[in-house]
């Protein structure tokens, strides 16, 4: 049971850490919650029942660890209101599609629940049913997370292009 863990983590270690990284903000949050997770889930590895899969499990303990570390960080930030900045650092990643990161830099804005449904469907490419259990909702809930998700997302501003620099054979003229 425990080499099928440490077997599975192996290959599974790099998504759950992007999904993680993108539902803090953060790559070093994410790694500090998918460590978490990780830790978590081996010590309770003996109440994990071996007919169902290992991955689904590892990512709904990573997706309710990173839950309880946003609502964590909403308080403190309350606390620390006089901060104006909030403490993430942009994720770095292989160069992917373009719609792929654009989504993934949007849905930092998103409430959790809404973030890990776009996140999951949109960027991982995961089936209505399987999200509905990682994050523990009905495929009905995930598909309203998902409509207002995006809903949220459409609505925000476009951001403009920055106007093209002058060349200096132009400036000269």
Not at 39 to 57: E, I, N, S, V
Not at 126 to 150: C, F, H, M, P, Q
Request: overall charge positive; proline content about 8%.
């Amino acid at each position: 049971r425990y080499l099928a863990f440490l077997e599975t983590i192996t290959h599974l270690r790099p998504s759950l850490h992007r999904y993680c990284s993108r539902m803090t903000g953060s790559v070093v949050d994410g790694e500090d919650v998918v460590q978490d997770a990780l830790f978590q889930a081996y010590r309770k590895l003996d109440t994990f029942d071996d007919a169902r899969p290992l991955a689904p499990w590892l990512f709904r303990i990573a997706h309710n660890r990173c839950v309880d570390f946003l609502r964590r960080r909403g308080v403190r930030q309350e606390v620390e209101a006089s901060t104006a900045r909030p403490d993430a650092v942009e994720p770095v990643d292989p160069p992917g599609p373009a719609l792929g990161r654009a989504v993934e830099h949007l849905v930092l804005t998103l409430p959790p629940m809404e973030r890990a449904c776009v996140l999951l469907k949109d960027v991982f490419d995961y089936s209505l049913e399987d999200i509905a259990e990682l994050v523990g909702s009905t495929v009905g809930g995930v598909k309203a997370a998902l409509n207002r998700g995006r809903s949220k997302l459409a609505a925000l501003p476009q951001r403009t292009a920055a106007p093209p620099r002058a060349k200096s054979a132009d400036i000269a003229r």
